[in-house]
């Protein structure tokens, strides 16, 4: 009988799991982009982001803004409450989610800090590409306004 278990968790293992996109993907590319704001550099978003990305050059601006002052931000993390996968192909998944940003600051070259503005819970439809550098985020918007998300699975 031992032996049936040790064949069960292989094939389990060997099997792709259905991943929890909210807790894996989603994580990962926000740790991504929390990276490349806290070293200021937004070419480390192309880990983020598909290429070209009007999202990237957003983040790559404000990165910019505050490489320029002297700033670079840290804490750049979003804090996921709710998210459930709208829809999933083999190159796209649309994500549901509401997050908000964590308690993001600056650190100045002088070594003084300054809190940024907290965030409010948004929900947002994200979307993932997978590229051949694996999954990026396409797209983020807020979801649409006679969307019925009550009868969504």
């Known amino acids: 009988m031992t032996w049936w278990w040790v064949v069960v968790a292989a094939i389990g293992t060997a099997l792709p799991a259905a991943p929890d996109l909210c807790s894996e993907e989603l994580v990962r590319l926000d740790h991504a982009r929390a990276t490349a704001f806290a070293a200021a550099d937004p070419q480390a978003l192309d880990r983020v982001y598909v290429v070209p990305s009007r999202l990237a050059d957003a983040d790559a601006t404000t990165i910019a803004a505050y490489r320029a002052r002297g700033g670079r931000v840290r804490g750049v993390l ?4 709710q998210c459930r996968v ?5 190159t796209t998944i649309r994500l549901d989610v509401v997050e908000e940003l964590g308690r993001a600051y600056v650190r ?3 070594g003084s ?3 940024l503005p ?7 439809w ?6 051949a550098e694996g999954w990026r985020i396409s797209g983020s918007q807020p979801p649409a306004p006679t969307a019925d998300r009550g009868s969504r699975n």
């Open 108 to 110: 100045w070259s002088d």
């Open 126 to 131: 994200v979307t993932l590409r997978r590229t």
């Open 78 to 81: 979003l804090q996921v409450s």
């Open 113 to 115: 800090t300054s809190a």
């Open 86 to 90: 709208l829809e999933r192909t083999d």
């Open 118 to 124: 907290r965030d409010r819970a948004t929900r947002r």
